[in-house]
């Protein structure tokens, strides 16, 4: 500095060395003289000025969060962009929460599976008690009628001839008396039926007059047989006294649903009864009491069998496992144990034991509703020879009969009752040998039912099942029974039940509860899906455009700074040159430029 031009003189006392406050900068740090001067601590004009700044602006959270972002100065349109951004965050949250409950869970179904549970008071419940007529079910029965027995039991004739009559139809009603809901989740009741008589849709007319084996003089020969010597031959002579046939004359309805007969007029045989018909048990209050669970607790055991006449475990039975209950109350059925289209049992009182069904396939029926078809197996009644798991179904009793029938002579208070499926079907040709007239047919006399996937209620289907007696000849019968082979079965009748008619507004409800739900479910799953990668794409794009502004933003504040470099250093920028500021007390600056 020894050309020093002096561009400023201020009159200025002295002042000791050690209170002189000296900063020298060169060229290469005319950034710090800008801060500085953005800071308040220059003029502007070169003239450096100490005085007293202003405190510290105060910032608020999102002013924060924005320059933390580089977003501070963001216009209005900006601040649109970044509010949508936040909402499509929050609707991919919602969405994508939504998509893996649709897809990879079972929420939807639980929540629609919440209506089928039988709670006390809930309209379902309710809806089961006393149902609509609407859902009535129908009862077909189809009558052996023995055409030409007289001849046969004469001689004259080589085979019996059977003639299939029906069905006699009738439309059954069905509601549950004597109901208890129990703690356990279970609920209580005996079911009270009653019958109308269709002829428009019947074959047969109620008075119509059929030759049938006579039940109770068979049914008494096996009990007779089985009472003390003294009062066995004192049965035996009234009986022979009434002069009943073996086979004899009665209208449709008589042997259906009852008339007077002398044989279970007797206290020994009848207790207390006057009349006997094949289905006169049927109408009325069941004398069996059912036992099953509401599915509150545990919607896989919804209308599982827990109790049969009070009972945990049937006693018809040798062994645990044929004695298990564990079956389906028929009408209805646990949605879960249809998913893995697995076999399912169904409790059948009418044979004291459960019954396998096993799904075939899915079928479309009434207007393109989709069900899953089930059916019994063919080995349901086979001998333990062909289907082992049968073996306990035929320790009680001394004579294992052939593939075809199963002995339920304990489950109709001993009565020689031996039930099969109608005509016999897939049971050994040897049962009906001696038979014209049964021709077995799976289309016809198998069980099967169609079954909604989703309330797993039957929507369509058949029940089939023919009752048997088995001839049993002793005494009582050996004169009138001679041609027949002892153990004869003589097919009686055979039942089906089926769904009624169902009328529009039925059908409308099949077709809402199977599309409508079906299509709702749908709409959320590809709805979640679509909303996830909608509102993912909207987030990627507001991003995108809010990092551009960002950019922007950066690159404008670089340029400003290098604009307000190039006005500090003015024209004299390219010259070498050095600024000294001397700072004195009582805030008064001396600043020289020289020139080396």
């Known amino acids: 500095m020894s050309q020093a031009t002096l561009q400023h003189d201020v009159a200025l006392p002295t002042l000791p060395a050690s209170e002189d406050l000296t900063v020298q900068t060169t060229n290469k740090s005319k950034s710090n003289t800008l801060n500085s001067l953005r800071n308040g601590n220059g003029n502007g004009n070169g003239n450096a000025t100490n005085y007293s700044s202003p405190g510290p602006e105060k910032l608020t959270v999102l002013d924060m969060t924005l320059d933390s972002l580089g977003l501070r100065n963001l216009t209005s349109k900006d601040m649109g962009t970044l509010i949508m951004l936040g909402s499509m965050f929050l609707l991919f949250v919602i969405s994508v929460t939504g998509f893996f409950v649709m897809w990879f869970t079972d929420y939807y179904n639980n929540r629609m599976l919440e209506n089928l549970i039988l709670a006390e008071n809930s309209d379902t419940a309710n809806s089961w008690l006393s149902p609509d007529v609407k859902y009535d079910t129908l009862l077909k029965a189809h009558i052996f009628n023995y ?81 003390a010597a003294l009062k066995r031959l004192l049965v035996t002579s009234t009986i022979k006294i009434f002069e009943e046939p073996l086979f004899k004359r009665l209208t449709a309805y008589e042997y259906l649903w009852g008339y007077r007969d002398k044989i279970i007029s007797l206290e020994s045989l009848g207790g207390g009864k006057t009349h006997f018909g094949l289905l006169r048990t049927r109408n009325g209050t069941s004398v069996d009491s059912v036992q099953l669970n509401t599915g509150e607790d545990d919607i896989s055991k919804f209308s599982i069998i827990t109790q049969f006449n009070g009972k945990p475990q049937l006693d018809f ?52 509703i989709d069900v899953l078809r089930y059916r019994t197996p063919l ?218």
């Open 147 to 227: 055409t030409n027995i007289e001849d046969y039991l004469a001689g004259r004739a080589d085979k019996m001839h059977v003639e299939d009559l029906g069905p006699l139809t009738y439309q059954e009603h069905t509601i549950k008396d004597q109901v208890s809901f129990n703690k356990n989740h279970t609920v209580t009741f005996r079911d009270k039926k009653s019958y109308i008589f269709l002829p428009e849709k019947s074959t047969v007319r109620e008075d119509d007059v059929i030759l049938v084996p006579n039940v109770p003089l068979l049914s008494a020969a096996v009990h007779v047989k089985r009472m």
């Open 317 to 368: 039975w040798q062994g645990d496992e044929c004695n298990r209950i564990d079956g389906s109350e028929p009408s209805m059925f646990s949605p879960t144990m249809l998913q893995t289209r697995s076999t399912v049992n169904v409790f059948l009182q009418v044979l004291c034991r459960k019954v396998p069904l096993r799904f075939e396939k899915e079928e479309t029926i009434y207007n393109n």
């Open 379 to 596: 080995d349901v009644f086979a001998h333990p020879s062909e289907n082992p798991a049968n073996e306990c179904y035929c320790r009680n009793t001394d004579l294992c009969l052939p593939s075809g029938v199963i002995n339920a002579t304990r489950c109709y208070d001993d009565s020689p009752i031996f039930p099969s499926f109608p005509h016999f079907f897939s049971g050994d040709p040897v049962l009906y040998k001696d038979f014209e007239g049964i021709k077995p047919d799976a289309e016809l006399h198998q069980t099967y039912a169609d079954i909604h996937p989703r309330f797993g209620f039957p929507i369509s289907g058949a029940s089939r099942i023919q009752i048997n007696i088995m001839l049993d000849k002793t005494p009582l019968l050996r004169n009138q029974a001679w041609r027949l082979q002892n153990a004869t079965i003589l097919p009686l009748i055979w039942i089906e039940i089926t769904a009624g008619d169902f009328n529009d507004d039925v059908l409308q409800s099949l077709y809402v509860s199977t599309f409508g739900l079906d299509a709702i479910q749908l709409a959320f799953k590809y709805g979640t899906l679509l909303i996830s990668v909608t509102s993912f794409s909207l987030i990627v794009a507001s991003v995108y455009y809010l990092n551009s502004k960002r950019e922007e933003q950066q690159q404008l504040e670089k340029s400003k700074s290098s604009a307000e470099l190039e006005a500090l250093a003015g024209p004299s920028a390219g010259n070498d040159g050095i600024v000294v500021v001397q700072v004195l007390p009582h805030g008064v600056s001396l600043a020289h430029r020289a020139n080396s």
